[in-house]
């Protein structure tokens, strides 16, 4: 009898018992079957070379999937592994999982500390190695052999972990001279793995607990082209260059300070021009949009958010409540705005038609994130986020979405975020149960994002199961200049909170309704925003955001005094910058204006300062000719409008 195939595109095939993932691969195209790594069989990946059920879904993995580059990842642990053990015998080895850009070992080296030599010694036995295309060979063993293989080979580590699996459910995968207990799965041989390297080496507890052995962790990467290492390697250092934390320093943006508290940003002046910048594009698009801006209090009483759940869901992981000499009193650091919004929201009666009504407002947030979780903007104990909540009747959730997408789109564009996509994240629609609200208005909502989102050209998936408890959503992915990939702007549906708060609005038939409420904030934070926003455009921003626009540089002292007439007509226009009077050279001038990278410079000397002109150079462009002032001032004047 044979077996039944289903592949990706929909259609089965019959192929004889006994068939392999490999064979699946070949029958379709000897590329495909050159290029496969792995095999996902009804969702579960395993090894090419294994023969497949009778009946399957599957989809041949490759590099450009991100299970295969897992397998590929993981399967390279394995080769470091083996160089390891050719190259140190009796080391032994803890585990080695895949990471997002690599994967590691941790392994044992019995006190051994790794030199310079000693990577590039392990570097060369890798690549040696990978050469033999030596195959993942698995193998199933009982717990006895397994058990002991390692005690044979003294590897307290293995032994470990071996003692914890159930009899009947232990593989080994040997390749080359190599064994180590694993389930798998692998790529077919070492061949594939073309370029390697070592990225770093740090030490690392056993099974991440202090009270253990430290361990020896090797991070690596590897790639089935050496060219797309090298692409790594440039993107690596050009992320560095980028680091947001780096620049925020070198461009005095933000800053921290210990006696402040950790993840608490102090937003220096120049940052708090481009924040105010952000802050206020926002805030003319929402206007523009029908939110009405409202201000509410950085703390709100216990009870506030133990009817939203809040309290119940962050309270004892969160910063802890504030307590009043009074004692009946606690309060809590707010770690949403909704709560507040909805309080808004009851503040009066509502009729179906007050409906939508916007609440927008930038609200500090407090969120307790553990020391070591915390990272540059990215990750904060602090934040502003560009929030409003939209109170709406069901039958008007798709015109939201769509202006919401429109708001979301508008601030992707204005800022040079060109490369995006969006999920819709729905229900399981197996475990209906696990959801709150009516399951008409759930099918609806979720048709109508979908049809919003359609409606307004974007690229979307459909994600059974991710929605939230308490609503689907719309999530925006964009890809900045390095190719790395950022959640921004979460459109959210939320049938909960309009239930603990009892919210209501009188319908046109004189009954009670529950509006559905959406969260929004197409920033997100202000703060990641600003720290994604710096490491896509290298510091270099648009123009309208720029805390410095222009610098006024004199060639010499003798014409400070027309300099300072060009920056007194600038400011007039509130163009933003600063006049260098330095007493300086002006090579010396330009270089430190375009190390701040400041857009445009102005240098005024003798035949500027005679004839009313502004020598103009653009930054990383070099000279753009002599203008009349009042001439730049009317063309630059365009260029810097706030979108
Ligand atoms: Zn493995
Ligand atoms: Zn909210």
Redesign the pocket.
């Known amino acids: 009898m044979n077996i039944k195939i289903s592949l990706p595109d929909g259609s089965v095939r019959e192929f004889p018992q006994g068939t392999t993932g490999y064979d699946v691969a070949l029958s379709i195209s000897e590329g495909l079957a050159r290029n496969a790594l792995a095999i996902e069989v009804n969702g579960e990946v395993r090894d090419l070379s294994r023969a497949l059920p009778e009946v399957a879904s599957i989809k041949i993995l490759t590099w450009n999937d991100p299970a295969g580059k897992n397998t590929f990842w993981h399967s390279s642990a394995h080769l470091l592994a083996e160089a390891l053990e050719a190259l140190y015998p009796g080391v032994k080895f803890g585990i080695g999982p895949p990471i997002d850009n690599g994967f590691y070992y941790d392994v044992d080296l019995g006190g051994r500390s790794l030199g310079e030599a000693d990577l590039a010694a392990i570097e060369s036995k890798v690549k040696e190695l990978a050469k033999k295309e030596s195959r993942f060979q698995r193998r199933d063993v009982t717990k006895a052999e397994a058990l002991a293989y390692f005690t044979e080979k003294g590897d307290q580590y293995k032994l470990e972990l071996i003692n914890e699996l159930a009899d009947g459910t232990i593989t080994f995968y040997e390749q080359g001279n190599f064994t180590d207990l694993c389930r798998g799965p692998h790529i077919p041989h070492t061949g594939f793995i073309k370029a390697f390297k070592l990225m770093n080496v740090a030490g690392a507890y056993w099974r991440g607990n202090e009270k253990n052995k430290m361990l020896t962790r090797l991070y690596g990467i590897t790639f089935p082209k050496q060219k797309e290492l090298d692409e790594h390697i440039h993107l690596l250092e050009e992320a560095k260059k980028r680091d947001h934390r780096k620049l925020g320093k070198e461009l005095e943006l933000f800053t921290f300070s210990e006696k402040v508290g950790m993840g608490l940003p102090l937003w220096l002046p120049k940052g708090t021009i481009l924040r105010e910048r952000l802050e206020q594009f926002m805030r003319r698009a929402q206007v523009k949009a029908g939110y009405d801006p409202v201000v509410t209090p950085h703390i709100g009483g216990k009870q506030l958010y133990v009817t939203s759940g809040h309290y119940e869901k962050y309270g004892k992981d969160s910063f802890q409540p504030i307590r009043t000499p009074d004692e009946n009193e606690e309060f809590l650091l707010k770690p949403?705005?909704?709560p507040h919004h909805c309080e808004i929201y009851k503040s009066k009666p509502r009729s179906y038609r007050d409906l939508p009504v916007r609440l927008a407002e930038f609200g500090t947030v407090y969120r307790y994130e553990q020391s070591g979780e915390l990272h540059g903007l990215t990750r904060v104990r602090g934040f502003t986020q560009d929030?409003a909540?939209i109170f709406c009747r069901p039958d008007q959730v798709k015109a939201e979405f769509v202006k919401v997408i429109d708001l979301v789109l508008h601030v992707f564009n204005s800022l040079g975020f060109t490369n995006y996509t969006a999920q819709v994240s729905l229900r399981d629609p197996a475990n209906k149960e696990k959801y709150i609200g009516e399951d008409e208005l759930w099918n609806r909502a979720e048709r109508e994002i979908q049809e919003a989102a359609d409606e307004r050209g974007l690229k979307t998936v459909a994600v059974q199961g991710e929605a939230a408890f308490y609503g689907p959503k719309l999530d925006f992915m964009i890809k900045d200049a390095l190719g790395r990939s950022w959640q921004l702007g979460t459109i959210q549906v939320d049938y909960i909170l309009p239930q603990r708060f009892e919210l209501e609005y009188v319908g046109s038939d004189n009954q009670r309704h529950r509006p559905v409420m959406i969260?929004r904030a197409p920033f997100g934070s202000l703060e990641r925003f600003v720290a994604v926003l710096i490491e896509h455009c290298a510091g270099n921003f648009p123009l309208w955001l720029a805390p410095d626009q222009i610098a006024v540089l004199p060639i010499s002292e003798r014409f400070n005094d027309y300099a300072a007439e060009v920056f007194g007509k600038l400011k007039e226009f509130d163009i933003r910058g600063f006049l260098d009077d330095r007493d300086e050279k002006i090579g010396r001038k330009i270089r430190d204006a375009e190390t701040k990278k400041i857009p445009f410079m102005l240098i005024v000397g003798e035949r500027e300062a005679a004839e009313g002109k502004v020598a103009v150079r653009k930054h990383g462009q070099g000279d753009q000719g002599s203008l009349d002032l009042e001439e730049f001032i009317t063309s630059f004047r365009k260029e810097i409008a706030t979108p």
């Open positions: 949403m705005n909704c929030d909540h969260h």
